[in-house]
């Protein structure tokens, strides 16, 4: 018998747009973002976005092991997701598991476009995401904190990768969906994007959208990604301090 089970709300969004947590569609949940906060990693961050609380700490560049791994010509990326066991609302397994190994892969891809690689040949950099509290979105949560580190460690970046989930729940078309959402909304549409280059570099997408919706969601998706790298430099240019948006509203 499970300690804890959740149930569907009955309405997950009403038909003028108010969502399970109240906010309308378009707004996103409340983000907290600070760098800096390791001081035994080369670069950290910390980001509380809504009910998620997630440490991203970034080492290197620095000596591969094992040596095999060593590419000559340019630095090896890694990455691992790892959630705590007491991050979820049910006690999660310790260790990897497939969906860990799958956010361990996407968020590395969606980073490894920013990073020069070419200039630190035969290291590796190690970037780590620690889930402390989960909360829907942890994936584009943990691209936005550990751009952040990554930075923080002064690794050579070609701009920082910022990240929000969008999706659908019902007819509307939602900015950065919340736990109700993730579990029993229709679409959920993580991004993450390069933004000196414009470039999408996640997208993944688990519902049905109409062409229409989709070209909304995109829309919405780069706007709120705009929103989160404008705290994400006010955060870099400010370490040890907290930058903190409430007001909602981006679009
Ligand atoms: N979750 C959970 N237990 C798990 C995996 C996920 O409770 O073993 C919850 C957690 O709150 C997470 C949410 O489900 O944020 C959505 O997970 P998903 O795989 O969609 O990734 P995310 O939205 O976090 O990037």
């Known amino acids: 018998m499970p300690l804890y089970v959740e149930k569907k709300p009955e309405v997950l969004i009403t038909e003028d747009g108010v969502r399970t947590d109240g906010r309308k569609p378009y707004e996103m949940r409340p983000v907290r973002m600070t760098v800096g906060i390791l001081d035994k990693a080369d670069g950290s961050a910390f980001i509380e976005w809504g009910g998620n609380k997630i440490l991203a700490a970034v080492f ?21 997701y790892n959630m705590a066991p007491f991050s979820t609302p049910e006690r999660k397994r310790p260790g990897p598991d497939r969906r860990s190994v799958e956010l361990s892969k996407v968020i590395r891809e969606a980073l490894k476009p920013a990073i020069f690689v070419e200039n630190y040949p035969g290291s590796v950099i190690d970037i780590f995401i620690e889930v402390l509290r989960s909360d829907a979105g942890t994936r584009v949560a943990g691209v936005n904190a550990a751009s952040l580190a990554l930075a923080n460690a002064g690794i050579a970046m070609r701009g920082l990768v910022a990240a929000c989930a969008v999706g659908r729940v019902g007819d509307f078309v939602v900015c950065d969906p919340n736990h109700d959402e993730d579990m029993w909304g229709d679409a959920d549409m993580p991004m993450a994007m390069l933004m000196e280059a414009e470039e999408i570099t996640l997208l993944q997408t688990d519902g049905p959208m109409t062409e229409e919706q989709f070209r909304e969601a995109l829309k919405l998706g780069r706007n709120s990604i705009r929103f989160l790298y404008e705290m994400q430099k006010e955060a870099l240019k400010r370490p040890y301090q907290v930058v903190e948006r409430s007001v909602r509203g981006v679009v």
């Open 60 to 80: 290197g560049p620095r000596e591969v092991h094992p040596k095999h791994l060593v590419l000559p010509d340019k630095a090896l990326v890694r990455t691992r």
